[in-house]
């Protein structure tokens, strides 16, 4: 609390002289919001004075506020996929001045953009190592079985690498997927995705925008060390009732908006579910009467989104967020076997937003989150039933206090109450002769205090600097730390940036995983006893050029990241119903560096990005427990680590209602451990020989090379009297059929048939998904 207390002191001697520099000429503060048509907010917005270099992004709510010299001035007001506006200001005392933007007249899936505001703003921020996706530009590209997924989209930009074919697990800079920090409205989500991975959770109907954080992670995010993903849900239109959906070839979804009090308040809700499970009932149904039939399992999830805003008056505003989803898998045998397998989050939030003056903001949240895991199997008149689950009530409240121009501070602070299911068994016969039960569990308490200032020390450089103060206890065991946070932007030229950051970041929850489960066993497990928290620290600096009269952003960033405390668990673990769960960790550090260059164009009818990655990442495990280790104590790659990542986006406006667009991507291959030989073993002279393979160290070869090309057309139908506003997507996934390696098993060779000695081992190659054609169809009335 002492060295937050010296924080607090630094932040406000940097305002008193800010002030003090301020008053030397004449300034008014120029504030407002920036909304779309529908009154909503539009987060991310900027309003920018080219002439002066100046200007501010709109937050969470929409608000904007700057401080400007007194005189004539030109605004330019943009956002992606909005058509931007400018305006002439004539600012002779402080001003409220909003904003509307309409979309873009391409409308379902606009991402065009008139002017280079988005390119400036990006360029000229203190933050580095962020990506800003919307759902428009997600539902331009091209998707498997045409769902649109989000953190697919993600996969795209550099820095961020995928899990393997057909999974949004997201591994960025050389972290594990456990080390995501993804929110929705401020509340976490424990598990992002669908489908074991194939799709991610994230409706984009109902989204306004995700941010990624890489790097230089601001003072206000705190619990996981490689990323923030932050996703905010749209408000509704406050203007009038719409309802959008969209029909495709595994899911349908439909949203429905509104006002509650027009200009006041509004709702929005939105579903989707798939139907796997309506095509394989009929066939299994159909098949019965076969006794050789095997029965298809039975597969479908669902979400569902709400949220509703109400204004309260001019300087007060409530916000209800809701989030509802479901995994759903089934097996059910005519020998009497039941499988049942599901998983899920469910997720609440209210906010207060409330304006106290034009310099001073206050946020404050609270929320519920709850992720289950449950499998239940039964076998004639025997049952059991594993689960588990984890449970967080947070409070968070945040400051935004902006005294003049060359200041805006952040204070903060926040709660979490987690409580840990880590493992509950419930086991008997149908008759209750036999009964057993099992139930493991755990409490945490997390909090963290906050406190950043970002500061414009002169015309080229400007500051964003801050520091967290965390902290947890779970039972008699209690931990916490100092995570100071900084970054730093100099302009060179009007067109050319130098930025650098660092941050050091604390995870104390840690997801406990059987990799080599059939099925995924995700726990998700406390700092306590012998599990100390990981622990992380990173640098990265970099360059941005604007380029051919601002169309171009080229971005070249360099990163270093150092880690401890990562876990991993001892071969054999017993990960379900364990109390002693703290003796299967093995605890060792981790690296990861390298370089990711990227060229983004957001303007006129061809827009897109090229990106690339080189890059390592490594992992060490010393002997430790009684056990040798990991790989015996020498470093290895972990199966995420990539050399190369290569993607290329285009998306072209071909006319006012065709849009063409494609993506292609190349990566290294995954590193993972195959057998070096085997050699013969005879139990007895006589027998049978059995072949045992030799292992080399740990994930010592590469599986072949990643790429793959994706090619989609959206093409927007004119609206009648009996179409409505809507258009159809057609897509291509995996167009050229590269059959990219899924895993690699061995066949046995036998040189003189079926009943002759084994005399060698084939490699074989699994691909999941070959050439996929898919057509959706998008309506809005």
Do not use: C
Request: overall charge positive; proline content about 4%.
């Amino acid at each position: 609390m002492r060295y937050f207390s010296y924080l607090i002191g630094i932040l406000w001697l940097w305002s008193v002289a800010g002030s003090s520099a301020a008053q030397a000429q004449e300034r008014y503060r120029l504030s407002g919001y920036i909304r779309d048509a529908s009154r909503g907010p539009l987060p991310g917005a900027s309003v920018a004075v080219p002439a002066l270099a100046s200007g501010a992004t709109a937050d969470s709510t929409g608000f904007y506020s700057f401080l400007l010299p007194a005189g004539r001035h030109q605004l330019v007001i943009s956002f992606i996929g909005y058509q931007s506006q400018t305006r002439d200001l004539n600012l002779t005392r402080a001003q409220r001045l909003s904003f509307t933007l309409a979309e873009s007249s391409n409308t379902l899936g606009e991402v065009v953009v008139e002017g280079s505001g988005t390119l400036e703003q990006k360029l000229q921020t203190t933050q580095m190592s962020v990506e800003r996706l919307t759902a428009a530009e997600a539902k331009l590209l091209p998707a498997l079985f045409g769902e649109v997924d989000l953190l697919k989209t993600l996969q795209l930009k550099p820095g961020v690498q995928n899990g393997g074919e057909g999974t949004s697990g997201l591994f960025v800079r050389g972290g594990s997927s456990d080390q995501n920090l993804v929110l929705v409205d401020d509340a976490v989500v424990y598990n992002p995705a669908h489908l074991f991975g194939l799709f991610s959770v994230f409706n984009p109907d109902a989204v306004q925008s995700v941010d990624l954080y890489k790097g230089g992670f601001p003072a206000q995010y705190g619990g996981r060390l490689s990323s923030v993903i932050d996703v905010k849900m749209r408000e509704g239109n406050k203007q009038k009732t719409v309802t959008s959906g969209g029909i495709g070839l595994i899911s349908s979804r439909l949203t429905v908006e509104g006002p509650i009090v027009k200009d006041k308040g509004s709702f929005l809700l939105s579903g989707r579910r798939t139907y796997f499970d309506v095509f394989t009932r009929q066939i299994n149904k159909a098949s019965e009467d076969n006794p050789d039939f095997n029965p298809i399992p039975d597969y479908y999830f669902y979400d569902f989104n709400a949220k509703a805003n109400y204004t309260l008056g001019d300087k007060d505003q409530v916000f209800l967020s809701g989030y509802l989803g479901r995994d759903v898998f089934g097996f059910g045998s005519q020998g009497g076997f039941d499988f049942n397998f599901s998983w899920g989050n469910t997720l609440g939030a209210a906010r207060w937003s409330h304006v106290f003056n034009k310099r001073l903001f206050l946020n404050t949240t609270a929320s519920y989150t709850n992720y289950k895991y449950d499998v239940t199997n039964k076998l004639d008149q025997f049952s059991f039933n594993l689960a588990s689950d984890i449970r967080d009530l947070a409070l968070r409240s945040d400051l935004d206090y902006t005294p003049n121009d060359r200041h805006a501070f952040k204070f903060g602070a926040q709660l979490i109450n987690h409580r840990f299911g880590v493992g509950r068994l419930q086991a008997g016969s149908s008759d209750g002769r036999l009964s057993i039960g099992s139930d493991v569990a755990y409490r945490g308490l997390e909090g963290g205090l906050y406190a950043s200032d970002n500061f414009k020390a002169t015309d080229k450089l400007q500051l964003e600097y801050g520091l967290r103060l965390s902290g947890f206890q779970s039972g008699s065991n209690s931990y916490g730390g100092l995570e100071p946070r900084g970054s730093a932007r100099y302009s060179l030229t009007p067109k050319t940036s130098l930025k650098a950051s660092y941050a050091l970041m604390y995870q104390y929850v840690h997801l406990v995983t059987n990799s080599g489960a059939t099925l995924p066993t995700d726990i998700w497990y406390p700092s306590r006893l012998s599990v100390k928290p990981q622990r992380a620290q990173q640098v990265a600096g970099g360059v941005s050029f604007l380029l051919g009269s601002g169309k171009y952003l080229l971005t070249n960033e360099v990163y270093y990241k150092w880690a401890q405390n990562q876990v991993d668990f001892k071969d054999g673990a017993q990960l379900f119903v364990n109390p002693d769960l703290d003796s299967e960790f093995l605890f060792g550090k981790g690296w990861a560096y390298g370089n990711e260059l990227y060229l983004e164009k957001k303007t006129g009818r061809t827009t897109g990005w090229i990106g690339y990655t080189l890059s390592w990442s490594k992992r060490q495990f010393l002997p430790q427990r009684g056990t040798t280790g990991i790989n015996e104590g020498r470093v290895f790659y972990p199966s995420y680590d990539r050399r190369h990542n290569l993607t290329v986006v285009v998306l072209h406006q071909l006319t006012e209602r065709l849009n063409l667009t494609g993506s292609f991507v190349y990566t290294t291959g995954n590193a993972t451990t195959l057998p070096a030989a085997r050699f013969a073993v005879q139990d007895i002279f006589g027998g049978d020989l059995s072949a045992v393979p030799v292992y080399p160290d740990r994930n010592t070869y590469r599986l072949a090379p990643y790429n793959r090309l994706d090619l989609g057309v959206v093409w927007k139908l004119k609206p009648n009297r009996w179409v409505p506003e809507s258009d159809l997507t057609f897509s291509v996934y995996n167009a050229y059929n590269r059959r990219n390696p899924y895993f690699v098993y061995f066949d046995q060779v036998r040189a003189g048939g079926d009943n002759t000695p084994v005399t060698s081992y084939r490699a074989r190659q699994v691909s999941l998904f070959p050439t996929i054609p898919a057509v959706t169809y998008n309506f809005k009335f």
